[in-house]
């Protein structure tokens, strides 16, 4: 079993800052990805950013230049600092991750999500 724990959600103005983080734990030999997805209300899931084990990160349109994805591997966490945001940013994040079991069994888990509102 694996679990995400998301923090760093939260109220801001237009143009501000947040850094959300997610942290993984359980029976995790490898992580293999880790990211960030957002869902606006009454619309679907969408990819925020990622990046995989060799630290190969893919990002959204609408968030390059503004949002960069970090990982430390040590800690099993990802971090997501948002920068310049803007009201259409406002959504419920999830962090994502994929990765396997000391067996060698594949696992891939959602977080519980975490609300960014902003609005001034």
């Known amino acids: 079993q694996v679990q995400l724990v998301e923090s760093g959600g939260g109220l801001v103005q237009p143009g501000g800052s947040l850094r959300l983080s997610c942290a993984a734990s359980g029976s995790i030999f490898r992580i293999y990805a880790m990211g960030w997805y957002r869902q606006a209300p009454g619309k679907q899931r969408e990819l925020v950013a990622t990046v995989d084990s060799g630290g190969n990160q893919n990002y959204a349109e609408t968030v390059k230049g503004r949002f960069t994805l970090s990982r430390d591997n040590a800690k099993k966490t990802a971090y997501l600092q948002m920068n310049s945001l803007e009201p259409e940013d406002t959504a419920v994040y999830y962090c994502?991750?994929?990765?396997?079991?000391?067996?060698?069994?594949?696992?891939?888990?959602w977080g519980q999500g975490t609300q960014v509102t902003v609005s001034s």
């Open positions: 994502n991750a994929e990765g396997s079991y000391f067996n060698g069994k594949v696992w891939a888990y």
